[in-house]
């Protein structure tokens, strides 16, 4: 198969670099991990080799599930990389703070929908961020970056799932993070069912009190 | 509508003050330190006397720590004035450490810190733990708007000012960073020693460790837990078939990796210039070394908080008294209860 070509850098990331590329004609994203050097060699090439392999396991699935994902084109484990389709669109995050309250609202409600879908088939995104979602021209939103993601069935995983969104808007879009994340927990039971989604709050409320210092918490 | 001459009068004032220095004394007991601290109002510390207590076995018991406070409370705060060259009549405000933290522990300093207050007819001013650690953090290193990583035996977490506020951008899900290496520490038989906490012992053990012991890695998006990391060491641990230099080694490289990456993303989320490394945690040497390098792969510059000014100290507090009181914020006696709880991202933080 082509190696993809022509890369030039599109975004440095945390965890890995975007290059935008050539490949069998088309526009492609190659996602590479590169090496952390803060890591020992050993636990690094865990950590990447498997984020490489079940990242696309996971957008696949979340696909059948009814998620828009990037499609993939390639992977490849001795360098970390995958190489998947280049959606074109605005991050939710520079989007958010500048719509009207009711759009605002309405793509609140449409996150929580995809985020449910992925719960109802035992998906857990694991890096629920406004970063990580991408509207397209035909207002279809993407959901990308499963690296942290896993398969898990369990009310704990989808908690913590909630609790990752909730605070990416708390941090993030903290001017409007309540009525968003309200509109989230909405879209999320309309799919979900009001008694599975209750269960995912009264476990989300759990965790939250696990935490380090916070008013709700258990004496 | 003030005669002329009373502004004569007020001018004469103003410039007596402006020539007089200011102090503010600050007092930190949240958790097993007892300290205080006297800072100028343009950002001098002069003094910052502590005194520890050391528990006898296990880790602090809230009920004798408060007891310890309150048995040198006075000692330390003598030293304190002493080493300033300060008179009590001098101070212009106290501020004490309102939370978060253990509750016995804080009422013990805000007892002393009313009563001082109260004594010297002065305003008090309650000061948020945390936002203390990264602003005298950004007083010692020169830093003007960081990511910080404030790690220590109750806080793990990853703040960043944002409009008004540090907000925390990841934290730990359940255990602290310190928490997590000082009871792997005590479940090792180590013992916490004047001049050599329990953490430093695990790092000069992890220095002669080779063999990296699987353990669970746990980031969940921003945030990270570390029960099971250090379930599974001691697990480990109590089966006796790997040396204890490895266990600390790869308890320390799991632990730092996942703090490591959760501030990287921050770094990579907020495009800061500035990575801030303070708690009692900072001192260690692995670390820092985990952090320049996320400092230089995104062309940040990285400071770590002197250790003094790292640990709980009351100089912190009366620095952060200082930026608070000059911002119109005072704490009337009536309002100065303890706040167990008081996340960072709670306060409004106006001298930004």
Known sequence: MDIAVDQILFKKGAEASLFLAKWQGQEVLVKVRLPKRYRPKELDEQIRSYRTLHEPQLMHEAKAAGVPTPLIYMVNVSD???TMEYVEGQQIKQLLNKLPQDKRRELGFSIGELISKLHSQGLI????????????????????DFGLGEKNGELEAKGVDLHLMKRALQSTHFQFW???FKAVLSGYASILGAEQAEKVCEKLKEIERRGRYVEERKQ | MYPPKNVESMKKTRSKQQKKKMFCLGIESSADDFSVGIATFNGEILANKSDSYIPLKGGIHPREAARHHSEVADKVLRDALAAAGVKPNDLSVIAFSMGPGLGPSLRTGATVARALASYLGIPLVGVNHSVAHIEIGKLKTGVVDPVTLYVSGGNTMVTAFEAGRYRVFGETLDIALGNCLDVFAREAGLKNKKGLPLGAAVEQLAANGKKLISLPYVVKGMDLSLSGLLTAATAQLNKGNCSLEDLCYSLQENAFSMVTEVTERALAHTEKKEVLLTGGVAANKQLQNMLVIIAEDH??????????????????IAWTGVLAYTHGLVTPLDDSYVKLRWRVDKVDVPWI
């Open chain 1, 178 to 180: 309540e009525e968003c």
């Open chain 2, 299 to 316: 062309d940040a510059k990285f400071s770590v908080v002197p250790l003094e000014f790292a640990t709980d100290n009351g100089a912190m």
């Open chain 1, 125 to 144: 995104h694991g890096d629920l961020t406004t970063s990580n979602m991408i509207l397209n021209p035909e207002g279809k939103i993407f959901f990308v």
């Open chain 1, 80 to 82: 970390s990389s995958i």
